[in-house]
């Protein structure tokens, strides 16, 4: 089902840097594809992006998986 506020998202795996870019502002969910030497997440599929963090927790508290859950914008920025 679809939860009002949320994208979701079928999309090829993308760089952290070009989802920040192409989803600026939003909280977004995306499955890891690749970790860089260290770790970190490097690439992943966008499962699903929201303005509201809380409604893209509920619409995506289901999927399994290497899931990372991030704001795109400035720490300062973002509503509570």
Known sequence: GTVTGVQT???PSLSI???LHD???QWVVVEITERDKYG???K???IGHSKDKGLLI???KHLKGDLYLFYTGLAGSVAA
Do not use: F, R
């Open 44 to 46: 992943g599929k966008v």
């Open 40 to 42: 970190w997440p490097e």
């Open 17 to 19: 840097a070009n989802v």
């Open 58 to 60: 509920q619409a995506t």
């Open 9 to 11: 998202c079928a999309l």
């Open 23 to 25: 989803y600026p502002d």
